[in-house]
């Protein structure tokens, strides 16, 4: 379906939706585990998924309407598989770009993305000589005033390969300089052009939208008792890119986990979550915990679980400095593998990273036992479309959502256990 008439058949099911009123679920009515019962089902829903939170829609970035909209059509899909979902609405400093960067160096156009909550440069640009900078952790290129010797813009490099977005916080120490990404394949270039003090500009326009909203999407399947399994994978992406692997995919695996345990009393209550402004600072992890703990409810939850790009590779990065879990996933590998239920020459494997990142870090500090999983294996193929226009829906590998899914299913249902 294209996007225009996607967006327009959800905004009507939205508004009729409305006029008719919230309908009763009984959880006893809800059984959708037929959805992922087989493996074919699992990459059809995965097709149709990626279909419409991908190709249905644009970046979903947190303030954007891509986002709400999507929002609304995660809740509704996690509502097929339990009784209690909810839009968990915050607001927050937004930010728009509102005109494509422009980057010269040496009369050279260079390929680059504002971060995500970066000042911008004045009206005439920031203008001045291109200078390496060593500071440890900062940005390696700086555009700096000849005469004040002040950067009039930082400049940072991709990580894996051509530019890439980025994020800083408005409280931030360098928050009040223009702050762009270009890609590895002109490292060489900007390091002569800094040697010899090549001129150089940038120019782009952006703004801060004060009480922008957004929301994380979350699905509850009440158990026989509160304490709480916690899993979830943040539902937003980066305002250039519709990030099938980061980390639409991952979302999709938890709500795959979600219809996989439908119409169940498990003993711990499960929750699904897609957070909301994990690529701007973690902003929708980081309300959900303070939310929970203003409720008194935050010590329940025993068990997180955290998807961050699942899709990189078949080998899962699993961070955790809870060495029960680790023996818990050390098990799951060791009795999957013999069963013939993952293409050989794909296999599962997972590496121990013996400490815990990002959203899944608030949960850990809030006491909660943590796994955070991230993955390798297809580097070259998948780690370069981080945070580009090219992470699409075409590209997600289907071995890694399914065998993410029968390792998730068999950890949550192992984690009732302890």
Not at 39 to 45: D, F, L, S
Not at 78 to 103: C, S
Not at 139 to 156: K, N, R
Not at 287 to 302: C, F, K, S, V, W
Request: aromatic share 10%; glycine share 8%; charged share 25%.
């Amino acid at each position: 379906m294209r996007r225009r008439r996607f967006i327009g058949a959800l905004g009507s099911s939205l508004a009729a939706s409305a006029a008719l009123g919230p309908l009763p679920l009984l959880a006893a009515a809800l059984d959708s585990r037929h959805l992922v019962a087989t493996p074919e089902a699992r990459a059809r829903y995965l097709a149709r998924m990626l279909d419409m939170l991908c190709t249905g829609f644009g970046p979903r970035y947190a303030g954007s309407e891509d986002y709400d909209l999507s929002a609304e059509l995660i809740r509704r899909e996690l509502a097929l598989a339990v009784p209690h979902t909810e839009l968990d609405w915050f607001e927050f400093l937004g930010w728009r770009l509102l005109e494509e960067p422009v980057f010269y160096c040496d009369g050279r156009s260079l390929e680059c993305y504002p971060a995500f909550g970066s000042a911008w440069p004045p009206e005439q640009g920031a203008r001045g000589i291109l200078r390496a900078r060593e500071e440890e952790g900062g940005a390696p290129f700086a555009i700096v005033d000849p005469s004040s010797g002040a950067a009039a813009a930082h400049v940072t490099v991709s990580a894996y390969g051509r530019a890439v977005t980025g994020a800083i916080s408005p409280g931030h120490e360098g928050a009040t300089v223009p702050r762009v990404c270009v890609g590895k394949q002109d490292v060489s270039f900007l390091q002569q052009a800094a040697a010899e003090g090549a001129r150089a500009r940038l120019h782009f326009k952006a703004e801060f939208v004060p009480g922008a909203r957004t929301c994380n999407i979350v699905g509850t399947l009440p158990g026989e008792t509160e304490e709480e399994i916690l899993v979830f994978a943040h539902a937003d992406t980066q305002y250039n890119t519709q990030g099938a692997n980061d980390n639409t995919a991952s979302l999709i695996v938890v709500l795959m986990l979600a219809h996989a345990v439908s119409g169940t009393r498990p003993r711990r209550t499960l929750t699904f979550m897609g957070t909301g402004a994990e690529e701007y600072n973690l902003l929708g992890a980081l309300h959900y915990a303070a939310r929970r703990e203003a409720e008194g409810t935050l010590d329940r939850i025993r068990f997180c679980v955290n998807f961050d790009s699942l899709t990189y590779g078949p080998n899962l990065y699993v961070h955790t400095d809870d060495p029960e879990l680790v023996r818990v996933m050390d098990a799951i590998h060791d009795d999957l593998r013999p069963h013939n239920r993952f293409d050989p020459a794909y296999p599962i494997a997972f590496e121990n990273q013996p400490f815990i990142r990002g959203e899944a870090r608030i949960f850990s500090d809030a006491g909660a036992r943590t796994i955070d999983l991230n993955s390798r294996g297809y580097d070259e193929d998948q780690l370069p479309l981080w945070h580009r226009p090219e992470d699409t829906a075409e590209t997600v590998p289907l071995d890694c959502v399914e065998n993410s899914f029968l390792v998730f299913d068999e950890y949550l249902r192992r984690l009732q256990a302890l």
